[in-house]
C-alpha cells in the first residue's frame, strides 16, 4: 500500500495545514493507501511524497498546492484510472488553463 508523507515546517507552524491535506488524502483515497504520515521539518519545508517520489514541494511549485491539484498529483500515482468525480471536472488551474 502507498505511503505518503507530508514534511511541514515547525518553525512556520504549518502542522495545521498538513494535518488538514492528510485528512483530505485520507478521505479521498480511504483503503487505496496504506499511510499518511507527518515529518516534521524546519526552514520553511512542505514536501509531499509518495512512496519516497515527491509531487509536490513548496519551493519548487511555487506555494502551497489547491487540494484538487494535490489529489489529481497522488491519484495519478497511486490509481491513475481512478475517477476523482468533481475534482476532474471543469477544474481550472491558477493560469486559467484547464488541468489534464
Known amino acids: 500500500m502507498p505511503r505518503i508523507a507530508i514534511e511541514y515546517c515547525t518553525q512556520c507552524r504549518w502542522?495545521?495545514?498538513a494535518s488538514w491535506m492528510a485528512q483530505e488524502l485520507l478521505t479521498t483515497f480511504g483503503t487505496d493507501i496504506g499511510e499518511v504520515a507527518l515529518i516534521p521539518g524546519e526552514g520553511g519545508v512542505f514536501r509531499i511524497t509518495v512512496d519516497g517520489d515527491q509531487v509536490w514541494e513548496r519551493k519548487t511549485d511555487g506555494g502551497f498546492p489547491e487540494i484538487v491539484v494535490l489529489k489529481q498529483r497522488v491519484r495519478d500515482r497511486i490509481a491513475?484510472?481512478?475517477?476523482?468525480?468533481?475534482s476532474d471536472r471543469g477544474h481550472t488551474s491558477k493560469t486559467?488553463?484547464?488541468d489534464s
Do not use: I, K, N, Y
Open 80 to 86: 491513475p484510472a481512478r475517477d476523482l468525480g468533481h
Open 15 to 17: 502542522l495545521l495545514r
Open 96 to 98: 486559467g488553463t484547464p
